[in-house]
């Protein structure tokens, strides 16, 4: 290949990645009759018909969001990014540029690796959704003054950090899902940023081998729902429960060990306790098998179990399958497609 053919081919590479020069395909869903209108090959999504209930973008490449992607001039419900290649947010689209998304933003299946400070600032939709990208890197205060949000989805991402301080003001967040990441560990006063009563965090499938005796410290959410299966713990400290109401606390298909009464003692109330006994070595289990079975008709606690253990105790016990983390994962979902695949052809 001549040289010059390789400069202009490396110009046009820069100039298409450093400018905002995507075309695109687009579909809006109109109120009511909720009928698709597409449109195609264009450089901006233009709204300004108030029947524009949504828009969605499916498939397209569009490796940075430029904020001129966006030409709202009316409130639309949702925008759905899903499987556009995105890697960069342009930090200002949704904090000063777009504000006339009122329910959900979605920017699913993509390349995320990282959310900058004050990329959510200031909006008012109830629902934020970041699901199965590759973000390993969220900011302090990525998310804040965001009054309505009561629903954000973290899961299927590659943190292996909690950060507390990526929220600022996000006081009616009810549910968190961070599933399916590599966190190992929980730090005292983790969450504190729950305030709504009712709310739930779900870290199963994580790689948690640590969580501070403090984690709920500044938490004043009452009834919280806590789903920690498929982690790596090994206990679970004195007292790190107390003070606290749960609907439920999951910890099944963790390799605890020698567990005590302790965890949740004093003004503690649970509702729902999801614990087996797989993973755990035969010494210490019957210890903690008659520690739980204690705890459990002591408290009046539903217990959820499978045969494994076998409790001597018939109060409150629901016997339940295996939960696994299978097929979560894009790229095992992916798999399994390719495979099915080559069976259909194959037979
Ligand atoms: C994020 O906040 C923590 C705690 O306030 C602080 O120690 C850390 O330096 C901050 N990180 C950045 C990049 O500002
Ligand atoms: C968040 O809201 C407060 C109070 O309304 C305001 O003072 C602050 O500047 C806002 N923060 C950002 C980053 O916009
Ligand atoms: C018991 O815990 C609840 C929260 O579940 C709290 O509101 C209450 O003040 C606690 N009572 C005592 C005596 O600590
Ligand atoms: C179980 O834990 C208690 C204290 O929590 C300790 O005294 C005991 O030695 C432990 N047993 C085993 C088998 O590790
Ligand atoms: C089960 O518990 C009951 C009463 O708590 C006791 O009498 C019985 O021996 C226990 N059975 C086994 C197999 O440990």
């Not at 290949?1 to 081919?9: F, P, R, S």
Request: a negative charge; aromatic letters at 12%.
């Amino acid at each position: 290949m001549h040289l010059k053919t390789v400069a202009v081919l490396v110009l046009c590479f820069l100039q298409r990645s450093t400018t905002c020069d995507f075309r695109f395909d687009y579909t809006t869903t109109v109120h009511g009759k909720r009928e698709v209108n597409e449109y195609y090959d264009v450089k901006q999504i233009t709204v300004t018909s108030h029947n524009t209930f949504g828009v969605t973008i499916e498939n397209e490449y569009i490796p940075t969001l430029c904020c001129e992607v966006f030409n709202l001039k009316l409130d639309v419900e949702y925008i759905i990014f899903d499987n556009c290649w995105i890697e960069h947010i342009e930090e200002e689209c949704f904090s000063q540029k777009v504000q006339h998304i009122t329910s959900r933003i979605a920017i699913i299946n993509n390349k995320l690796t990282s959310i900058k400070s004050g990329t959510f600032t200031n909006l008012k939709v109830l629902s934020i959704d970041l699901k199965n990208n590759l973000i390993e890197v969220i900011e302090n205060e990525s998310f804040v003054n965001l009054t309505s949000l009561m629903f954000l989805d973290l899961s299927i991402n590659n943190l292996r950090t909690f950060n507390p301080k990526v929220f600022l003001n996000v006081p009616n967040l009810g549910t968190l899902m961070l599933q399916s990441n590599r966190i190992e560990s929980l730090e005292s006063n983790a969450l504190y940023f729950f305030r709504k009563d009712h709310s739930r965090l779900d870290m199963k499938c994580n790689e948690l081998t640590y969580i501070d005796k403090n984690v709920l410290g500044g938490m004043i959410s009452e009834n919280f729902y806590l789903e920690l299966h498929n982690n790596k713990l090994s206990s679970l400290p004195a007292g790190i429960f107390d003070h606290h109401s749960f609907s439920v606390i999951d910890v099944g298909q963790n390799p605890l060990k020698n567990v005590s009464k302790q965890f949740c003692s004093r003004n503690c109330t649970v509702q729902d306790f999801n614990f087996n006994c797989a993973g755990m070595d035969m010494e210490s289990m019957g210890q903690t098998v008659e520690n739980i079975g204690n705890w459990v008709e002591e408290n009046h606690v539903n217990l959820y179990t499978d045969d494994y253990c076998s409790f001597n105790t018939s109060a409150h016990l629901v016997n339940v399958g295996w939960s696994t983390c299978n097929g979560v994962r894009g790229v095992e979902g992916t798999w399994f497609w390719i495979y099915l695949g080559i069976l259909v052809i194959l037979f």
